[in-house]
């Protein structure tokens, strides 16, 4: 008997409890939905962010953890495995971003090299007729006979020593330059846009080209939820990220939050309650103890079909 009343007890006080605190924090906290948040302009230069990205005054939520980016002088920067690239323009309709390495940029000799890499799960760079181009560094230039033309030259200063490098379009490398580039002691491939590898793909290409395709950067169609972003958004819903388990997917909807787009209707009651930790969660997090006071019935396993954003 005892545990029953106790239970019930729990079961009327707790919706109470809930209902006077959230009253208050919605008062405190208002205009604050993801919904409103994710729709925001957030600016660095010219760049707009927008799914999957987020970073600077864009929060984690409104985008997928693995694209954040920083801003730095109103240049917005994406890093990847210890290199900066500089986000010269994003296209959701094409799902795109161009983004260009900020070390090439001043000079081809940058202190420690790196390749271009990206995670390839979440970025495809084999678009739109992009090639790579190797830059081979600190070749031994005593060679009896070297198979290509100075053009292709260029001259390192780096850690107080000169020594001479060389680039080529990957893909076009012949066996006899292969040779050649073993006696290089580096090289990175970096990517580039398909105009400057087709002008680098010609006889006696130049530094100066290889200059402005590096300059010019190259583009990364970017994968992550593309579909449910898609479907999100003809339901006039804004995406992002589940706030506890940030790698699902979230629709953000003026008329709450949901799983996978603004059609989807199951369990207004859940709704709700998810709605208002949601909201608690993102915008009153620093009370500490109104945070925890929800976290531990919205992950217990008994209320695990009041949560909106189901597994
Ligand atoms: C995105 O790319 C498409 C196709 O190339 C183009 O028509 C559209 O204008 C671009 N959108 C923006 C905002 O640049
Ligand atoms: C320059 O020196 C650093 C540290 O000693 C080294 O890691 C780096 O590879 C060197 N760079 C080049 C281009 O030799
Ligand atoms: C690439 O991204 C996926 C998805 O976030 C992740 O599971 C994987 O570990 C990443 N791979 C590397 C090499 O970082
Ligand atoms: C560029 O080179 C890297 C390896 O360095 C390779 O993984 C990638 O597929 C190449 N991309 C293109 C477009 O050839
Ligand atoms: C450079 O190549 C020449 C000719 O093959 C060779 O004699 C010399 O030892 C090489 N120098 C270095 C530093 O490898
Ligand atoms: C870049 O990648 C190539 C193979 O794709 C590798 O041989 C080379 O050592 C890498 N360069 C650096 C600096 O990691
Ligand atoms: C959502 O519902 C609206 C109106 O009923 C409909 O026009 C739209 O196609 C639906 N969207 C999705 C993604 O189901
Ligand atoms: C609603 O829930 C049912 C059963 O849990 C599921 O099959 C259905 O796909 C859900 N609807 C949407 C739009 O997610």
Redesign the pocket.
Known sequence: MKPSIYTSTVRFAFPVILTVVVYFHAISCQETRPFDVCGETVQCGDISLEYPFWGFDRPAYCGHPDFQLTCQSNVPLLSYESVNYRVLDMNTSTHTITIARNDLRANF?P???YNTSYNSTLFNGHIFGQRNVSLF??CNTSMPQIPLGSTYQFT?D??GSQTDGYFFRSDIITPGMANFFAHCK?HIDVLINQPWAARLGVKHATTDYLWSALWDGFQLQWTANKDECNQCIRSNGRCGSDLTSTHLFACYCANGNFRLNCNDSNGSRGKLFSNLVVGIFTFCSDKEPVRRLFETPVNGPKNHNSRILVT
């Open positions: 000799c202190q420690f090299l560094y600190d390192c780096v850690n580096n």
